[in-house]
């Protein structure tokens, strides 16, 4: 073959393996008013997408499958960001396992069955770090999951989500339907809840100092030692990394998505404590439980993609506190 030919075979080819444009595509994203919806929503629209589709709770109930059904075939959208869970702290997870695993199976199975069933191109699945096995070796890597024992605290969430990993991986090699799941290590920042019995660390922490600010209290106590190490990614870095992979032709299978940032509690804590502007003493409770010594997941697949987070923590926790200003003071008017 003439070699002119053949670069002109491999540069297409090279082309159509990596990425392909979405502009004027139909876009659903479930569950946009949550942190990841909402900022997967905000970035498509940023990059000029206008065909973005988006139903409330209310309009459109994901454990529904009558009224999921009748959405798909009205809609017909062609790619699905499925951001839509019920997602819970450890307090919501211990007294709520039902609700944790009936919910999210019933929407995990209703939307990646219509999806394939209505011919959708490319479906995004948000999993999670915490279905990855409790006492797996760090960095933790894709191939991971499902080797050891899951954390006992979150156990029915866990096994829906992989449930619905599972059932992605299971549709693209029976149907050939293009169902992939993105792993994001904890995620924090703009549209965070900070409900005390529904939070993650970071909205949990960041609420308990500003409301030690505004009272005047003269410290704030944090659970542990302060020596677990933690992998925290901002939601409008996964919203990008969820852009770019929607982007990518090559069918995946499932890629953790992380800052590579590892901090400690101890650290998190002066940090939020600084950007908050408390003034008080910062105790740690070495009584209370630590969890787990040290999360952080491998990187390497999407970096080697090309895809890098844009936000430091310090940065991120600048950009959040801001916005959690803004939507406390509208809150209490
Ligand atoms: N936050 C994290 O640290 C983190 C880490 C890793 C992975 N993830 C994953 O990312 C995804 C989104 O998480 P998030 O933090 O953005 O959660 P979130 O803020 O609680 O948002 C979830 C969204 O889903 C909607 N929803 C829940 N049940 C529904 C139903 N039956 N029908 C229709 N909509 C429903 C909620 O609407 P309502 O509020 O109106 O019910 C909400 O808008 C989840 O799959 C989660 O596992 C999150």
């Known amino acids: 073959m003439p070699r002119l ?18 502009q004027g595509r139909q876009v659903f994203v479930a569950g946009h008013r949550g942190m990841v919806g909402s900022a997967i929503t905000r970035r498509l629209l940023n990059e000029g997408f206008t065909d973005v589709v988006t139903r409330t709770h209310d309009e459109l109930p994901l454990d529904d499958s009558t009224a999921v059904e009748a959405f798909f075939a009205g809609e017909q959208p062609e790619y699905v960001v499925l951001a839509a869970a019920k997602v819970g702290g450890i307090v919501a997870n211990a007294t709520h396992g039902a609700d944790f695993i009936r919910e999210n199976l019933k929407i ?16 995004l699945f948000l999993g999670s770090s915490c279905i990855y096995p409790r006492d797996a070796e760090q960095p933790i890597a894709e191939n991971a999951l499902l080797t050891g024992p899951l954390e006992e605290t979150n156990l029915p969430y866990a096994i829906a989500k ?18 992939f799941t993105v792993m994001p290590s904890n995620v924090y920042g703009v549209g965070d809840n900070f409900d005390p019995e529904n939070s993650h660390v970071v909205a949990g922490m960041m609420r308990r100092f500003h409301d030690a600010k ?28 969820c852009v770019f992979l929607l982007r990518r032709c090559d069918d995946g299978g499932m890629i953790n998505v992380g800052s590579g940032e590892e901090i400690s509690i101890r650290d998190l804590a002066l940090l939020m404590k600084s950007i908050v502007g408390f003034q008080g003493r910062v105790e740690f409770d070495s009584t209370r439980p630590d969890g787990t010594p040290r999360k952080i997941m491998d990187n390497t697949a999407i970096r080697t993609l090309g895809w890098r987070p844009a936000l430091s923590i310090d940065a991120g926790l600048r950009k959040m506190y801001a916005w959690f200003l803004k939507s406390d003071t509208l809150r209490l008017n």
């Open 5 to 22: 030919v053949r670069l002109l075979l491999e540069a297409i080819d090279d082309m159509s393996s990596t990425i392909f444009p979405l």
């Open 108 to 123: 995990q199975t209703n939307v990646i069955d219509a999806a394939y069933r209505y011919g959708v191109r490319k479906l």
């Open 162 to 179: 992989i449930a619905g990993k599972t059932m992605c991986d299971a549709y693209r090699r029976q149907y050939g339907f293009d169902a």
């Open 214 to 241: 505004v009272a005047g209290d003269s410290r704030v106590v944090v659970w542990g030692t302060g020596s677990p190490l933690r992998e925290l990614i901002d939601a409008d870095d996964l919203a990008d990394a």
